[in-house]
Nanobody
């Protein structure tokens, strides 16, 4: 299973970015997906997740109202649209695949995801 994340970059506070993650080697359409992030010196944390059908999403409090997770099962791709970015959003962002096939709902714990992308760096300047 391979995950390829892209879309990170250097932006100013208030700007937007859209991250993408393409998944191969697994039946993408039957697995929930998550986005996590890790800032320097901090632990990796959950940002947003989406169930296999796209009918259910979960967001961390820090992402609510600003970030939107979506998926295109025909393209094996999950997206994270990030608006109104803040300097505290600076981190390496990782996409990950739920370890359970067809599980309903979205999990927020890291151990519930078994494959991870390489990460894409988002830097927000003030």
């Amino acid at each position: 299973v391979q995950l390829q994340a892209s879309g990170g970059g250097l932006v100013q506070a208030g700007d937007s970015l859209r991250l993408s993650c393409v998944v191969s080697g697994r039946t993408f359409s039957m697995y929930a997906m998550g986005w996590f992030r890790q800032a320097p010196g901090k632990e990796r944390e959950f940002v947003a997740g989406i169930n296999w059908s796209g009918s259910s999403t979960v967001y961390a409090d820090s992402a609510k109202g600003r970030f939107t997770i979506s998926r295109d099962n025909a393209k094996n791709t999950v997206y994270l649209q990030m608006n109104s970015l803040k300097p505290e959003d600076t981190a390496v962002y990782y996409c990950a695949v739920d370890r359970v096939w067809g599980r309903n709902g979205v999990r927020v714990q890291l151990y519930e995801y078994d494959y991870w992308g390489q990460g894409t760096l988002v830097t927000v300047s003030s």
